[in-house]
C-alpha cells in the first residue's frame, strides 16, 4: 500500500526534513568553502614565503661565491706579484754590485717571502678539495725555491757577480716560470669552481621554478574544482530556495483556498440549516396552528370522529416536528456526546450510519474510562463523522471499522474501510482537509493510507499535553459506559 | 409534561401519585421520604439528570422500581439507564400512550420498554447480523440456557428459576454464568438489553 501522510502533515514533515536537509546543505557548503579557499590561500602563502627563501638562499649563496673567488683571486695575484718581485729583487740583490743596496734589496727579499707565505697560508685554510694537488704542488715548488734561494743570499759581493746571473738564469727564473703555472692552474680552479657554485644556484633556481609551477599548477586547478563547487553549491541552494519558495506560496494558497472554502462551507450549512427550519419546523407549526385555530372557532367540527381526526392530524404534525428538531440539534451537537461520553456517541454514530447506508460501520476500543478532555472528545467525533460520511459518499465502502486506543502519552484513532480508495496526492475534499486541520489545531498527526482499489486507512494520533489531561479530569462528570 | 402525566396516573385506579419534584436532588428527596413502588424519572432534568438520581434511588431503595423518560432511542442511553438501575425506558413521544403499562410491568419485577426501542434494538440487532454474517450467538445457547435468560430477564431470581424449573440453585447459577460467556455479556443490564434486541421480551 502506498503510504501517503495527509497534506498538513506532509507539509509539515515535508517541510522539517527539507529544512533540515537545507541546513545541512548551507553548513557542508560552508565547511566546504571555508576549507577550499583555506587551503587555496594556505597554498598560494607557502608559495610565497618559498619564494622570498629561495630568493635569499640564491643571493646569499652568489654573494658568498663571489666574496670567496674575489678574496681566492686576490691571494692568488698577490703570491703571482710576490713572486715576480722576489725574482726581481733577487736579480737587484744579485747583480748590484753595492753591498749596502744589495743588503737593503735581501731584506725586501725576506719581507716579500714572509708576505708570500702568509698568503699561502691564508689561501690554504680556504682550500678546495679540487685544488689540493696544485697547491701541494705549489707549496712544495715555493718551499724549494725559497731552499734554494736560502745559500745564496749569504753570498759575498764577489761571488754573487761571479755566480749570479748564471744562477739567475739556471735556478730561479725557470722555477719562477713553472710556479706561475701551477698559480695559473690554481686560478682556473677557482675559475671552474665559481662556475661550479653557480651552476649550483642555477640547479637550485631551477628546482624552485618547477616547484613554483607545480604549486602554480595546483592552485590553479584548486581554485577552478573550487569555483565550480561553490557554482554548483549555489546553484544548488537556488533550487532549493526556489522549491521552498514554491512550498511557502502554495501552502498559503491551500490556506487561503481552505479559508474561503470554509466560510463557504459554514454559509451552505446555515443555509440549510434556515431552510429546514423555515420549511419544516416553521411549515409544520403553521398547520398546528391553523388547525388550533380551526378547533377554538368551533368550525370544521360537527362530530366526535371529526374532533378526533383533527387532533390526530395535529399530533402526527407536532411528532415530525420534534423528530425534525431532534435530528437538527444532533446532528449540531449531539447530546450523548456530552451525556454517555465519546464511545457510546462513536457507537450510536456507527449504529445511524448503519442504518442510513449498507455500509457496517463498527466500533471497538480498549478505553477504560471516557475522561476525555472535551476537545478531544469533540475532535474525534467530528473526524469520525466526516471520515463516515466521505466513506458513504465516495468510498462505497461495504465495511468500515473504526478502533480508538489510548496510549500513555496519546489517543489513537484509525479509521479503516475496503473502499474503492482514492489517491490522496490527487484529490482532496473539504472533508480530509477539515480532519487534518481538527487534528492539527490539538498538534496532532493525521497519516491517510488510500490506494485505488484497496481501501482506505485514516490514522490520527492525539498526543496529550499535561493541559488536557488537567481539563480531562475536571470535564470528567459522567460515569463511563 | 409533568401535569399531564399525573392527569392520566390519577385517573387510573390501583395508582396513586405520592409526590412530584421539579429538579434531581428533589426526586431523590422524595422518593426518599415517600419510598413508592415505582419512580418515574425524566432524563433530563435540572441540577442532576435523571441517570444520575435514578442511581442514588436505586442504590437506597432496592425496592423501589425505576422507569425512564428519554427522548433517545438510543441503545447507548438504553444501556446507562438500565447500568443505573432502571427497570423502564420510555421515549417522551409515547409516554402517554405506554406509561400505565410500563408502570405495572415494572412494579412486576419485569422490564418495560417503548414499542418503539425494541422495534429500533431488534431491527439493529437483524442487521447486524445480517451485514456481518456472524453466527448468532443466541443459537449457541442450550434450551434450558434459553429458558433461564428468558426467565431471567423477565425479573425472576435465581431461586424462583430453580424452583421454576425444578432445579438446584448451584444449576441455574451454572447455566447463567454460561450464558453471559457464550453471549460475551458481563452485566445484568447488557442481558436485558441483549433480550430487548432479540425480541425476548418487548
Given at each position: 500500500m502506498d503510504a501517503r501522510p495527509p497534506l498538513s502533515e506532509r507539509r509539515a514533515?515535508?517541510?522539517?526534513?527539507?529544512?533540515?536537509?537545507?541546513?545541512?546543505?548551507?553548513?557542508?557548503?560552508?565547511?566546504?568553502?571555508i576549507a577550499g579557499f583555506g587551503g587555496l590561500l594556505a597554498i598560494i602563502t607557502l608559495a610565497g614565503i618559498d619564494s622570498i627563501r629561495v630568493m635569499q638562499q640564491i643571493r646569499r649563496n652568489d654573494d658568498q661565491i663571489r666574496q670567496e673567488f674575489l678574496s681566492r683571486n686576490h691571494l692568488l695575484n698577490n703570491i703571482r706579484s710576490d713572486l715576480y718581485l722576489s725574482g726581481t729583487y733577487v736579480r737587484d740583490y744579485l747583480l748590484d754590485p753595492e753591498s749596502e743596496r744589495a743588503e737593503s734589496y735581501r731584506a725586501t727579499l725576506e719581507q716579500v717571502r714572509t708576505e708570500m707565505d702568509s698568503a699561502l697560508e691564508s689561501y690554504g685554510s680556504r682550500l678546495d678539495a679540487s685544488e689540493n694537488q696544485n697547491y701541494t704542488a705549489l707549496k712544495i715548488e715555493l718551499s724549494r725555491y725559497w731552499g734554494i734561494l736560502e745559500p745564496v743570499l749569504q753570498l759575498n759581493a764577489q761571488e754573487r757577480q761571479?755566480?749570479?746571473?748564471?744562477?739567475?738564469?739556471?735556478?730561479?727564473?725557470?722555477?719562477?716560470?713553472?710556479?706561475?703555472?701551477?698559480?695559473?692552474?690554481?686560478?682556473?680552479?677557482?675559475?671552474?669552481?665559481?662556475?661550479?657554485a653557480n651552476e649550483r644556484d642555477a640547479a637550485l633556481l631551477t628546482s624552485f621554478q618547477n616547484r613554483l609551477a607545480v604549486t602554480l599548477l595546483i592552485t590553479v586547478l584548486l581554485g577552478i574544482s573550487m569555483a565550480a563547487f561553490s557554482t554548483r553549491r549555489i546553484l544548488k541552494l537556488e533550487a532549493r530556495a526556489h522549491i521552498q519558495y514554491q512550498a511557502v506560496s502554495e501552502a498559503r494558497r491551500q490556506l487561503e483556498n481552505l479559508s474561503a472554502r470554509l466560510v463557504q462551507a459554514q454559509e451552505t450549512e446555515r443555509r440549510s440549516l434556515a431552510r429546514e427550519l423555515h420549511d419544516e419546523v416553521g411549515q409544520a407549526l403553521s398547520a398546528v396552528l391553523v388547525e388550533l385555530r380551526n378547533l377554538s372557532s368551533g368550525l370544521a367540527v360537527q362530530s366526535e370522529e371529526q374532533l378526533s381526526r383533527h387532533v390526530e392530524t395535529i399530533k402526527g404534525l407536532v411528532e415530525?416536528?420534534?423528530?425534525?428538531?431532534?435530528?437538527?440539534?444532533?446532528?449540531?451537537?449531539?447530546?450523548?456526546?456530552?451525556?454517555?461520553?465519546?464511545?457510546?456517541?462513536?457507537?450510536?454514530?456507527?449504529?445511524?450510519?448503519?442504518?442510513?447506508?449498507?455500509?457496517?460501520?463498527?466500533?471497538?476500543?480498549?478505553?477504560?474510562?471516557?475522561?476525555?478532555?472535551?476537545?478531544?472528545?469533540?475532535?474525534?467525533?467530528?473526524?469520525?463523522?466526516?471520515?463516515?460520511?466521505n466513506c458513504s459518499r465516495h468510498s462505497h465502502a461495504t465495511a468500515v471499522r473504526i478502533n480508538v486506543r489510548q496510549e500513555p502519552n496519546q489517543l489513537t484513532l484509525s479509521i479503516r474501510d475496503n473502499g474503492k480508495g482514492f489517491d490522496v496526492k490527487q484529490s482532496k475534499g473539504l472533508g480530509l482537509l477539515g480532519i487534518e486541520e481538527r487534528v492539527a489545531h490539538l498538534d496532532g498527526t493525521c497519516t491517510i493510507h488510500s490506494e485505488a482499489g484497496s481501501g482506505t486507512v485514516i490514522a490520527i494520533d492525539l498526543p496529550f499535553t499535561q493541559q488536557s489531561v488537567k481539563n480531562g479530569e475536571r470535564n470528567s462528570h459522567f460515569v463511563s459506559g | 409534561?409533568?401535569?399531564?402525566?399525573?392527569?392520566?396516573?390519577?385517573?387510573?385506579?390501583?395508582?396513586?401519585?405520592?409526590?412530584?419534584?421539579?429538579?434531581?436532588?428533589?426526586?431523590?428527596?422524595?422518593?426518599?421520604?415517600?419510598k413508592p413502588d415505582v419512580v418515574v424519572l425524566d432524563i433530563a432534568m435540572p441540577k442532576l439528570t435523571g441517570i444520575e438520581a435514578a442511581q442514588r434511588i436505586s442504590s437506597q431503595l432496592p425496592q423501589t422500581a425505576i422507569i425512564i423518560l428519554s427522548m433517545h432511542s438510543d441503545e447507548g442511553y438504553v444501556l446507562r439507564a438500565l447500568k443505573a438501575g432502571a427497570r423502564g425506558y420510555?421515549?417522551?413521544?409515547?409516554?402517554?400512550?405506554?406509561?400505565?403499562?410500563?408502570?405495572?410491568?415494572?412494579?412486576?419485577?419485569?422490564?418495560?420498554?417503548?414499542?418503539?426501542?425494541?422495534?429500533?434494538?431488534?431491527?439493529?440487532?437483524?442487521?447486524?447480523?445480517?451485514?456481518?454474517?456472524v453466527e448468532d450467538s443466541y443459537d449457541l445457547l442450550t434450551l434450558r440456557e434459553k429458558e433461564v435468560l428468558q426467565l431471567l430477564v423477565e425479573g425472576r431470581s435465581n431461586k424462583d428459576i430453580a424452583s421454576m424449573l425444578n432445579l438446584s440453585l448451584y444449576t441455574v447459577e451454572t447455566h447463567r454464568r454460561n450464558l453471559q460467556a457464550k453471549l460475551n455479556l458481563h452485566s445484568f443490564p447488557e442481558l436485558i438489553l441483549y433480550a430487548v434486541r432479540k425480541g425476548i421480551i418487548s
Amino acid at each position: 500500500m502506498d503510504a501517503r501522510p495527509p497534506l498538513s502533515e506532509r507539509r509539515a514533515e515535508t517541510s522539517m526534513v527539507f529544512n533540515r536537509r537545507f541546513d545541512r546543505l548551507i553548513l557542508s557548503t560552508r565547511v566546504a568553502v571555508i576549507a577550499g579557499f583555506g587551503g587555496l590561500l594556505a597554498i598560494i602563502t607557502l608559495a610565497g614565503i618559498d619564494s622570498i627563501r629561495v630568493m635569499q638562499q640564491i643571493r646569499r649563496n652568489d654573494d658568498q661565491i663571489r666574496q670567496e673567488f674575489l678574496s681566492r683571486n686576490h691571494l692568488l695575484n698577490n703570491i703571482r706579484s710576490d713572486l715576480y718581485l722576489s725574482g726581481t729583487y733577487v736579480r737587484d740583490y744579485l747583480l748590484d754590485p753595492e753591498s749596502e743596496r744589495a743588503e737593503s734589496y735581501r731584506a725586501t727579499l725576506e719581507q716579500v717571502r714572509t708576505e708570500m707565505d702568509s698568503a699561502l697560508e691564508s689561501y690554504g685554510s680556504r682550500l678546495d678539495a679540487s685544488e689540493n694537488q696544485n697547491y701541494t704542488a705549489l707549496k712544495i715548488e715555493l718551499s724549494r725555491y725559497w731552499g734554494i734561494l736560502e745559500p745564496v743570499l749569504q753570498l759575498n759581493a764577489q761571488e754573487r757577480q761571479r755566480t749570479g746571473y748564471v744562477f739567475l738564469r739556471d735556478e730561479v727564473f725557470p722555477r719562477r716560470m713553472t710556479m706561475l703555472e701551477i698559480a695559473n692552474r690554481i686560478a682556473d680552479l677557482n675559475e671552474q669552481q665559481l662556475n661550479a657554485a653557480n651552476e649550483r644556484d642555477a640547479a637550485l633556481l631551477t628546482s624552485f621554478q618547477n616547484r613554483l609551477a607545480v604549486t602554480l599548477l595546483i592552485t590553479v586547478l584548486l581554485g577552478i574544482s573550487m569555483a565550480a563547487f561553490s557554482t554548483r553549491r549555489i546553484l544548488k541552494l537556488e533550487a532549493r530556495a526556489h522549491i521552498q519558495y514554491q512550498a511557502v506560496s502554495e501552502a498559503r494558497r491551500q490556506l487561503e483556498n481552505l479559508s474561503a472554502r470554509l466560510v463557504q462551507a459554514q454559509e451552505t450549512e446555515r443555509r440549510s440549516l434556515a431552510r429546514e427550519l423555515h420549511d419544516e419546523v416553521g411549515q409544520a407549526l403553521s398547520a398546528v396552528l391553523v388547525e388550533l385555530r380551526n378547533l377554538s372557532s368551533g368550525l370544521a367540527v360537527q362530530s366526535e370522529e371529526q374532533l378526533s381526526r383533527h387532533v390526530e392530524t395535529i399530533k402526527g404534525l407536532v411528532e415530525n416536528t420534534v423528530r425534525t428538531v431532534r435530528n437538527m440539534s444532533l446532528l449540531l451537537r449531539p447530546s450523548m456526546l456530552d451525556d454517555l461520553g465519546l464511545i457510546p456517541a462513536l457507537r450510536w454514530q456507527a449504529r445511524e450510519v448503519s442504518r442510513q447506508t449498507c455500509m457496517d460501520v463498527t466500533v471497538s476500543t480498549d478505553l477504560a474510562s471516557d475522561d476525555l478532555p472535551d476537545e478531544y472528545k469533540t475532535c474525534i467525533y467530528r473526524v469520525v463523522q466526516e471520515a463516515l460520511h466521505n466513506c458513504s459518499r465516495h468510498s462505497h465502502a461495504t465495511a468500515v471499522r473504526i478502533n480508538v486506543r489510548q496510549e500513555p502519552n496519546q489517543l489513537t484513532l484509525s479509521i479503516r474501510d475496503n473502499g474503492k480508495g482514492f489517491d490522496v496526492k490527487q484529490s482532496k475534499g473539504l472533508g480530509l482537509l477539515g480532519i487534518e486541520e481538527r487534528v492539527a489545531h490539538l498538534d496532532g498527526t493525521c497519516t491517510i493510507h488510500s490506494e485505488a482499489g484497496s481501501g482506505t486507512v485514516i490514522a490520527i494520533d492525539l498526543p496529550f499535553t499535561q493541559q488536557s489531561v488537567k481539563n480531562g479530569e475536571r470535564n470528567s462528570h459522567f460515569v463511563s459506559g | 409534561m409533568r401535569a399531564g402525566l399525573k392527569l392520566l396516573l390519577e385517573k387510573q385506579p390501583g395508582f396513586k401519585v405520592v409526590s412530584e419534584a421539579s429538579d434531581g436532588h428533589q426526586a431523590i428527596e422524595s422518593a426518599l421520604s415517600s419510598k413508592p413502588d415505582v419512580v418515574v424519572l425524566d432524563i433530563a432534568m435540572p441540577k442532576l439528570t435523571g441517570i444520575e438520581a435514578a442511581q442514588r434511588i436505586s442504590s437506597q431503595l432496592p425496592q423501589t422500581a425505576i422507569i425512564i423518560l428519554s427522548m433517545h432511542s438510543d441503545e447507548g442511553y438504553v444501556l446507562r439507564a438500565l447500568k443505573a438501575g432502571a427497570r423502564g425506558y420510555l421515549l417522551k413521544d409515547s409516554a402517554e400512550s405506554d406509561l400505565i403499562e410500563a408502570i405495572r410491568v415494572v412494579s412486576e419485577g419485569k422490564a418495560f420498554f417503548s414499542p418503539e426501542i425494541s422495534k429500533v434494538l431488534a431491527e439493529d440487532y437483524v442487521r447486524e447480523v445480517n451485514i456481518r454474517g456472524v453466527e448468532d450467538s443466541y443459537d449457541l445457547l442450550t434450551l434450558r440456557e434459553k429458558e433461564v435468560l428468558q426467565l431471567l430477564v423477565e425479573g425472576r431470581s435465581n431461586k424462583d428459576i430453580a424452583s421454576m424449573l425444578n432445579l438446584s440453585l448451584y444449576t441455574v447459577e451454572t447455566h447463567r454464568r454460561n450464558l453471559q460467556a457464550k453471549l460475551n455479556l458481563h452485566s445484568f443490564p447488557e442481558l436485558i438489553l441483549y433480550a430487548v434486541r432479540k425480541g425476548i421480551i418487548s
